[in-house]
T-cell receptor, first 110, second 111 residues
């Protein structure tokens, strides 16, 4: 089955700096890679996603890159703000199953 | 609000008991996915239903079962409950694209 690894497990940045979270996957059949933000006690919320036929996608301060050959994808958050503080999860899917990374707890220090 | 509803919000029960968690997907979505989120294990995929049919199974215990009904709502049944089953249980719904949207979750506490 699929194995998704996520690093780092915790990340602290100063407000205004950039944050990068990296994930690797093992199953070459995976073709959809979403990222979720989860605040304490709340549901995971989809913030950005990328499909395997695209190398990069950007939405305002958030971007995701995918390297299919190396089987890794990354989340980039620029100009971080305190409200970006949360746990971020990556996932890999072939459509019927979703496999999640173990999460990155991001703290943005004002 | 994602449009996905889950009931109940909280559930406290004793070991050995059986409970049923309910999920209603967003209007128009045919897929329902179930996940278990424990403190030390992140989000674990349990099972996926599409239009009433089971599509994929993940790390779902034999004590757990699920089904999706003709009106597309889904139920997750957990039986012979153990202390280790205490967790947040999320369902997520999806449409024709791969995107999935999570419900608010059911917090299960087994005492």
């Amino acid at each position: 089955g699929e194995n998704v690894e996520q690093h780092p497990s915790t990340l602290s940045v100063q407000e205004g700096d950039s944050a990068v979270i990296k994930c690797t996957y093992s199953d070459s059949a995976s073709n959809y890679f979403p990222w979720y933000k989860q605040e304490l006690g709340k549901r995971p919320q989809l913030i950005i996603d990328i499909r395997s036929n695209v190398g990069e996608k950007k939405d305002q301060r958030i971007a995701v890159t995918l390297n299919k050959t190396a089987k890794h994808f990354s989340l980039h958050i620029t100009e971080t703000q305190p409200e970006d503080s949360a746990v971020y999860f990556c996932a890999a899917s072939s459509g019927n199953q979703f496999y999640f990374g173990t999460g990155t707890s991001l703290t943005v220090i004002p | 609000d994602s449009g996905v509803t889950q009931t109940p919000k909280h559930l406290i029960t004793a070991t050995g008991q059986r409970v049923t968690l309910r999920c209603s997907p967003r209007s128009g979505d045919l897929s329902v996915y179930w996940y278990q989120q424990s403190l030390d294990q992140g989000l674990q995929f349990l099972i996926h239903y599409y239009n009433g049919e089971e599509r994929a199974k993940g790390n779902i215990l034999e004590r757990f079962s699920a089904q999706q009904f003709p009106d597309l709502h889904s139920e997750l049944n957990l039986s012979s409950l153990e202390l280790g089953d205490s967790a947040l249980y999320f369902c997520a719904s999806g449409g024709t694209s791969y995107e999935q949207y999570f419900g608010p979750g059911t917090r299960l506490t087994v005492t």
